[in-house]
């Protein structure tokens, strides 16, 4: 910033110097006239745009707008030397001539955001560039200064390559004449870009567009009158050059304008949230109308979940600002608290938008609380919506396993025993085969029933409580177990139901997937409420959104209003740990 | 001559139990099939007479695979059979075309005679 500051205070005091230098040129003219009146308009445009223009470049360094109206102002005063008799001066001057309306019309269409939006905007662009340039500068080749009716007693054009003022005279009116074609279609481009503001906006942007829209119109109007002649060439009517002086102060009294009624809104939004609760408005809504942005959305920051949500308690992701929307952080005591999504225009009030932000910070608070019980709610209901299509999968599989275990085996037994019973009298030897056989089918049948009965719950937890349940998954598992911790007296039957079910499912991916050679599960119970914690010294690397296991767990526990966190760094083993509030019973 | 049956169900367990008691009663058990497609390859192949059919089969319903091979004149005599109660299935059974229904634990030679006749 201070080699910008450096760089613009040097353009200040070139932009001076050149206005210095334009008063002995302008005053000893053999060709302007009135002399005094010429001089004042050159320094008044001259000095007025690049000092408004390198203030806001100073203060807006990201929006072009500063910057061209510098360069308005600086070529310009350039521009001033073609009053001098000297040839070389009279062809810098007149080859400066036109740069000024051409930067001036750049600076309009990519008003107030800096960009240009529109394929019309970007063609007049390209066109004045092209205009301002190459076509100004082509005609100076041919014409010689002495032969024109005001500058008799000019030096020669050092650069002449022809005289062939018929030459000239074409290319001149080929130059003015795609000059006025452009300057309409500017006045076209313009009027489309305030038809699309809102009615709050225009006001702010009204007198830039305006009196730069008028300078542009009157020089066409001058170049239609008249596509010949020095003066034209050089710089246009006197009713454009009013115009165009009134630029600079249209932009600055614009500006102002836009902040005093973003600033005001400010202050009713403030004056809004301290109102009683019946005339208190939406902050959202608030804030999108002291910014003039109704898509102006709060974000707010989730501690717990490290993560912004929306007012709904949704997940949001907030804009990367590259494209035309962005953020501005509100903190509260140093943490982050909301982020007010807008329009990336607004990027350049970002000052007042912290300002409003923190004026809001309490409303703001409040309002976060809300939306953190809201994603809360919704949480759980998404949670208890898992649990209950769990439960319906679980009955399937319930249904199936009967189904094909122990129903088969049961069909089975019934048509041996059958068989047994139709052969007892005449062949007691097969039918004391089939009744041996029917037995295995029948210890088959109960082994395979206890089994599904220890998965539908498991008898021990409830008769003798979780160490015991806990010894026997132990026990039943290949990998060896070290049970640190159990406490000694019974847990409810809700945090033991979901303690047992946190330690087998652990222990079950433990066997399948960890490749551990030893697992610890302590219990413990302190400060209301209970953690239970399995870890292994395997590969580690579990992905707890991936496995509908864990995260069945992980809704058992939610419903408790626990919490599951899984610690699982590739090649560092795995530690899974439920925090479930236990009241003393 | 023995009636020729065919025995389809996904449970071996089930099929060797099956033709056991169906041998015993002097049916002959010409094949033996997991499930629908090689059922209708197999009725297609040995054209038996009676064919056991279990309803819940692992790729084809058993009612479809009854629709399909009753219906003309050398057709199958098609017996449903489940290990879950004929009553859970309503009138699906007589609309698939199948001659009845017997539960599995209930399957016996003089039980499927009485179909037959």
Known sequence: MIGLRRALIALGAGAFALGLAAIPVVLTSNHVRPRGLALAMFLAIGWSFTSVGLVLWWKRPQNPAGMLMSAVGLTWLVSSLSASSNGYLIFIGLAFGALPYGLLGLMLLSFPDGRLHTRLEWAVAIGAVLDVTILQWAPLFFLQFAHTSDCRRCQANPLLISDDSSLFHLLQKVNTGLAVILIAALIVALVKRWRSYRPRERPALAPVLWTGGAALAALAAAFTAALSGLNQASGGSAVSDIALLLVPYAFLGGMLRSRFTRAGAVSELVASLNAAPEHRRGLRDALADAFGDPSLVLAYWLPERERYVDAAGRDITLPDGSGHRTWTPVERNGAPLAAIVHDASLAEERDLLETAGAAAGLALENERLHVELRARVEELERSRERIIEAGLAERRKLERNLHDGAQQRLVALALTMRLAHDRVDHDPKGARELLEEAAVELDSATSELRELARGIHPAVLSERGLPAAVKALASRVPVPVQIVETPAERLPPVVETAGYYVIAEALTNITRYAHASTARVSVSRNNGSVTVEVTDDGDGGAEPAQGTGLRGLADRVAALDGRLEVESSAGHGTTIRARIPCVSS | ?117
């Open chain 2, 1 to 117: 001559m023995a009636r020729t049956v065919l025995i389809v169900d996904d449970h071996p367990s089930f099929r060797a139990s099956a033709r056991r008691v169906l041998e015993d009663a002097g049916y002959e058990v010409i094949g033996e099939a997991p499930d629908g497609a090689s059922a209708l390859a197999a009725i297609g192949a040995h054209r038996p007479d009676v064919v056991l059919l279990d309803v819940q089969l692992p790729d084809i319903d058993g009612f479809d695979v009854a629709a399909r091979v009753t219906g003309h004149d050398d057709a199958p005599v098609v017996v449903l059979t489940s290990s879950r109660d004929g009553s859970d299935f309503g009138g699906m059974v007589i609309r698939s075309g199948a001659r009845g229904f017997i539960a599995k634990a209930e399957l016996s030679g003089p039980r499927l005679e009485a179909l037959l006749t």
